[in-house]
């Protein structure tokens, strides 16, 4: 069964800086997928980013970038230039080849941007 | 284009009552999931199904609670003689297609379940 470990439950940055949440992943499949959600206050599940277990390059998208380190089984989540919009609940996720996506998520970092 | 629907986005119900909730995925999409969340936790899968079929229904508690996705109209999720216990938000999510470790979940804006 995989897992996911996300050890953060809240960070602080300050506006304009540059933050990483942490998450870990175990899994004993090959192929798999990782993804990052945001989740705002009013409650919606926002798509950031993903990244496959292939994927030699770290996936970017926008300030958002993956620093996923297969060895040590990490998929950290790298938020540039912190703007006040970005407060919000961030969950890491995983879904597995093979299947339909029965996504398994963290237990999610609440982030603070501090003006 | 619209995302995926539920409704209602907050539900109260007394202890014993029945709670529906539904969910119009978008358009297109046949493959739709149901995930809870319950306070300061991630969200837990639920149940799969496809159109008129449940396909993993591994997440969902045994007795209460059903959930279905017919031919025509929304999935619904069903919970009967609602307990404190399952307060909590329920989200739907989409996917268009099967199996690609790559395709985004299209979520919803999730149901929030209070039982007094």
């Known amino acids: 069964a995989q897992k996911i470990t996300q050890t953060q439950p809240g960070m602080f940055v300050q506006e304009k800086e540059a933050v990483t949440l942490d998450c870990t992943y175990d899994?004993?499949?090959?192929?798999?997928?990782l993804f990052w959600y945001k989740q705002p206050s009013s409650g919606e599940m926002i798509f950031l980013i993903y990244?496959?277990?292939?994927?030699?390059q770290n996936a970017t998208e926008g300030r958002y970038s993956l620093n996923f380190q297969k060895a040590r089984k990490s998929a950290n989540l790298v938020i540039s230039a912190s703007q006040l919009g970005d407060s919000a609940m961030y969950f890491c996720?995983?879904?597995?080849?093979?299947?339909?996506?029965?996504?398994?998520f963290g237990t999610g970092t609440k982030l603070q941007v501090i003006p | 284009n619209a995302g995926v629907m539920q409704n209602p986005r907050h539900l109260v119900r007394r202890r014993g009552q029945e709670a529906r909730l539904r969910c119009s995925p978008v358009?297109?999409?046949?493959?739709v999931y149901w995930y809870r969340q319950l306070p300061e936790e991630g969200l837990k899968f639920m149940v799969y199904?496809?159109?008129?079929?449940?396909?993993?229904e591994s997440g969902m508690p045994k007795e209460r609670f059903s959930a279905e996705f017919p031919k025509e109209g929304p999935s619904i999720l069903r919970i009967q003689q609602v307990v404190r216990g399952d307060s909590a938000a329920y989200f739907c999510?989409?996917?268009?297609?099967?199996?690609?470790?790559?395709?985004?979940?299209?979520f919803g804006s999730g149901t929030q379940l209070s039982v007094l």
């Open positions: 999510a989409s996917s268009p297609t099967l199996g690609a470790t790559n395709e985004k979940l299209f």
């Open positions: 899994t004993s499949d090959q192929s798999y997928g």
């Open positions: 990244q496959g277990s292939y994927d030699e």
């Open positions: 996720a995983m879904s597995l080849s093979g299947g339909y996506q029965k996504v398994t």
């Open positions: 358009k297109g999409h046949s493959h």
């Open positions: 199904l496809q159109k008129e079929n449940i396909i993993d």
